[in-house]
Nanobody, 125 residues
């Protein structure tokens, strides 16, 4: 079992930056995929960025060049650094884990067995 707890969401103005963190605890399989998703009311949850157990990183086109996903050295914290934020980035952001499987795009909610509670990001123009 894994537990995921996100933090760092806030309200910022367009062009600003935020750093989201996801604290992971519990069992971590040697092979895994960790990812960030986001969701706005009435729309499907969409994959934003992922990091594979071997360090391979993938981003959604909408955030390339602005967002950076990383893990700390002990791999207990997943981070999403968000720069040059736009109003379209406003959403609830979720951390997700897919133990024993590599990341595959497009990221699908059903592939991830563990989720955090979400952290709200609001970007005003």
């Amino acid at each position: 079992q894994m537990q995921l707890v996100e933090s760092g969401g806030s309200s910022v103005q367009s062009g600003g930056s935020l750093r989201l963190s996801c604290a992971a605890s519990g069992y971590r399989a040697p092979y895994y995929c960790m990812a960030w998703f986001r969701q706005i009311p009435g729309k499907e949850r969409e994959g934003v960025a992922s990091i594979n157990f071997d360090g391979r990183i993938t981003y959604a086109e909408s955030v390339k060049g602005r967002f950076t996903i990383s893990e700390d050295n002990d791999k207990n914290t997943l981070v999403l650094q968000m720069n040059s934020l736009k109003p379209d980035d406003t959403a609830m952001y979720y951390c997700a884990a897919r133990p024993t499987e590599s990341c595959r795009w497009p990221l699908l909610m059903g592939h991830f067995g563990y989720w955090g509670q979400g952290t709200q990001v609001t970007v005003s123009s």
